[in-house]
């Protein structure tokens, strides 16, 4: 909360009183926002991390072959930034999904 200080005269017949006027106004804060990261493993079959990314992080296809292939030759890749509800989803669905098909993938969330 921010407060600003105004001070005014009153309007008192006889003008003596000056008065502090305290004005606040709330100050709006922008949540803070999760990055959601996916991490290479030398096990996971390539299109299933396609799949992945297409069904629990809206892309196209060709979007989500070419962050797949960037998370095979730079090691990670961010796929998406979200509220810190919604990132902690996407990762929990993410792991559930690898999880029950026995792959190794690992998806983790880190402060933007
Ligand atoms: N490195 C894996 C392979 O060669 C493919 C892969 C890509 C795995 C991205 C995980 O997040 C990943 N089959």
Known sequence: MQSDITLMASRDDDD???GVKVETRPKTKRPPLYKVLILNDDYTPMEFVVHVLERFFGL?????????LTVHKKGVAVVGVFSHEIAETKVALVMDFAQRHQHPLQCTMEKE
């Open 16 to 18: 003596t009183d000056f």
């Open 60 to 68: 196209s296809h060709a979007q989500a072959f070419e962050i797949m």
